[in-house]
């Protein structure tokens, strides 16, 4: 067993303490870093490995491994020069690499969950049993049918020896035996009669790993059959119930030529009998290969294939098994599922997941720092708030915290028990905004779902005119009308909205209703820039850095008195959210062993530069030349790439393109 010594116990140093703590052929006998918080240093203490600061304490001449994951070129050198002559020393470039291999197994095991789930979700779809065990006869696969038919629960069952389960199961039989058997009559210890097709499992060696049996409850239809003496009626139930399945099912003779297809199977793929009676079974296949004749070539059953199929183009999982009659293949049969509605519905949830954000507020009013006077009276105006149910409209440039004070003002309302909805009004289509706000039917909007809780509307300025009125409608009456409906329920909810629009031009320029205006301003919160109370950033500062070393898994202390003084040099257009993305920048590229923010850490920070000549006009006017400051250089930060800007401005797309054509920011930076 090779003895290894982990130097650098960072997210690297972590991952591969893991992978190799569950190695035979290795043993970790020392994690050391500087930092004594750094997260390879916890697991390793809590698997009773020795741990410090200092590799050399830990280095010896029986040490096998050495594995560098500082970073530090200086570190690498000490470890080379000081290590034995028998002593690997492996660098931090191939510890990145077995990382980033780690992180892609991760993303890999991902995946493979998601397949499981799906394959699982077929085989639980079906009406047949299944049951598949290993080669020493414990059962690893039971669905829900064949729980159903047994009468034991999965988790029973899983793992269990067959015979606890099945007394009578012949599956072991199939793993001495290696042979299929087809159709095989047997009698369940609650009297179900069940027809079973046992079939081996065999790996890509030609190795038998174990064995799987699918099975149908034949109790009724034998029970039938004894009271009938008449095949012929026999014969046509058996043919009643396939036609009368919701499953679509299509039934090929031994030439791969079809013979049978049921109304599910017309409605499904779109074809009728006259195209697939008597055709090759290709002809309802649009992208993938026919299991019909795969079944039929192998005279094994496939199951859980995807498939695209008919002329509509439909997303299927199929199931095929063969017909065998007497030992004679006969043809095969199918059952096809739809897996549209899946689809829909996870389309749907991924949806709603981008339209509200979350259902309860996350910060109060102990978040929000600031010992400035513009933010002391703010916050002040702000619990003021909290106390009274009226509507509130809290205004302030894009990343100067509107949706904090939101948040702070339900958690210190007396609805702070309540949902807390909130919905980005620019970021969707208007008209479905409209269904989501007011609901329609049977279905309801969130201002019902909201119950007596609040409802923050985000970027309320970019509301079209239809809904702004139904808004006022609501507002005014104190009910909720759903689309298309005429009956009126109470509004209970408490309204906060927030915009970083001029909405006074807006109402000028007929894009904004006046009235719908003074009922949400009715106590108007103005957020201050941060480049109007900068005796704060320090305070603010820690905050960030804080809450970004848990992010990032850094022990960064503070800033240096060099660097706080560039940021208060900066004028900050982009408020707190520039400011933190200024500080997560700096932590991101630091070394390993800095732990203070230095003015070589920061970006190029342009100082403030407010000439006399602007700022004359009126507020108005000065506000809209920081606004085009403002998206002229989130633009040229993100290289033209509008996407990134609107969402590092927290505006919609739409609304960006706006302001762009607006302020002809597009054709200044190619001019």
């Known amino acids: 067993m090779q003895k290894v010594l982990i130097v650098g116990a960072g997210q690297g140093g972590e991952a591969l303490l893991q992978v190799m703590a569950e ?35 830990y280095l010896t001449d029986q040490t096998d491994i050495i594995i560098d994951v500082t970073g530090d070129h200086q570190t690498f050198i000490d470890l080379r020069a000081a290590r034995s002559q028998n002593t690997v020393l492996i660098p931090g470039s191939v510890a990145s690499l077995v990382y980033q291999l780690l992180t892609e197994k991760e993303s890999l095991i991902r995946h493979l969950e998601h397949d499981s789930y799906i394959r699982e979700l077929v085989m639980n779809s079906t009406h047949d049993g299944m049951i598949g065990i290993d080669k020493d006869h414990r059962i690893i696969l039971f669905n829900d049918r064949a ?59 030609g190795e038998i790993i174990g064995a799987f049996a699918v099975f149908k409850d034949i109790t009724e239809v034998v029970d039938l059959a004894e009271e009938m003496t008449n095949l012929k009626e026999i014969q046509m139930m058996l043919e009643a119930i396939i036609q009368s399945s919701d499953d679509a099912i299509s039934v090929v003779d031994e030439h791969g030529r079809g013979l049978l297809i049921n109304p599910a199977y017309t409605r499904l793929t779109g074809l009728s009998e006259s195209e697939v009676i008597n055709q090759p079974a290709t002809t309802d296949i649009f992208e993938g290969e026919s299991m019909h004749m795969k079944v039929l070539k192998t005279r094994r059953p496939v199951r859980g294939v995807k498939m695209i199929v008919g002329p509509n183009k439909k997303e299927v999982a199929v199931n095929v098994a063969p017909i065998i009659v007497n030992g004679q293949l006969k043809g095969s049969v199918g059952v096809i599922h739809d897996m549209s509605e899946i689809q829909e519905l ?155 629009f001029n909405l006074e031009r807006a109402i000028g320029d007929g894009r904004f209703l006046e009235e719908l205006y003074y009922h949400l301003s009715r106590l108007t919160l103005q957020l201050p820039p941060l480049r109007s109370h900068k005796m704060d950033i320090p305070s603010i500062s820690d905050r960030l850095i804080q809450k970004l070393n848990q992010s990032y898994g850094r022990h960064v202390k503070g800033i240096s008195a060099q660097a706080l003084r560039q940021l208060y040099e900066h004028s900050w257009p982009g408020n707190i959210r520039e400011l933190e993305n200024v500080l997560s ?64 401005l927290d505006i919609s797309i739409r609304n960006l393109y706006y302001k762009i054509e607006k302020y002809q920011v597009e054709s200044e930076r190619s001019s």
Not at 150 to 174: C, F, N, T, W
Not at 185 to 203: F, H, Q, S, W, Y
Not at 616 to 634: F, M, Y
Request: net charge negative.
């Open 346 to 500: 996870s389309s749907e949830l991924d949806r709603a997941r981008r339209i509200i954000r979350s259902l309860e507020a996350k910060y109060t009013f102990e978040d929000i720092i600031g010992r400035s006077d513009e933010m002391m009276l703010v916050t002040e105006q702000a619990k003021v708030a909290a106390k009274t149910n009226t509507t509130v409209l809290i205004r302030g440039e894009s990343g100067s915290g509107k949706e904090l004070f939101a948040h702070a003002i339900h958690n210190a309302s007396d609805r702070k028990y309540k949902s807390f909805v909130r919905v980005n009004c620019g970021s969707m289509p208007a008209a479905y905004l409209m269904e989501a706000l007011f609901g329609r039917e049977t279905s309801e909007g969130f201002f019902e779902q909201a119950g007596e809780g609040t409802v923050f509307l985000d970027e309320i300025g970019e509301l079209s005119l239809e809904a702004q009125r139904m808004l006022l409608s609501v507002l005014e009456s104190k009910t909720i009308r759903r689309l298309g409906t005429t009956g009126e329920v109470p509004l209970k909810a408490r309204v906060i909205t927030a915009s970083n």
């Open 147 to 205: 729980s159903e038919m047994v009468g034991i629960d999965r988790e029973k069952a899983m793992h269990q020896s067959i015979y606890q389960v099945v007394p009578l199961s012949g599956l072991p039989r199939i793993i001495e035996t290696g042979r299929t058997e087809s159709h095989q009559e047997l009698v369940l210890d609650n009297g179900a009669k069940v027809v079973t097709t046992r079939i081996p499992m065999i790996n890509d060696q």
């Open 585 to 648: 920048r700096a932590m991101i590229f630091m070394d390993q062993k800095d732990d203070m923010i230095e003015p070589k850490h920061l970006i190029p920070l342009h100082p403030s530069e407010e000439p006399e000549e602007e700022l004359s006009g009126s507020l108005a006017d000065q506000l809209e030349r920081v606004e085009k400051e403002i998206i002229r250089s989130t633009l040229k930060k993100h290289k033209g790439n509008k996407t990134a800007a609107a969402k590092d």
């Open 23 to 57: 190695s035979d052929a290795f043993q970790v006998y020392a994690v050391v870093d500087r930092n004594n918080q750094a997260p390879g240093l916890e697991l390793a203490r809590a698997m009773d490995i020795q741990t410090g600061s200092d590799w050399r304490n």
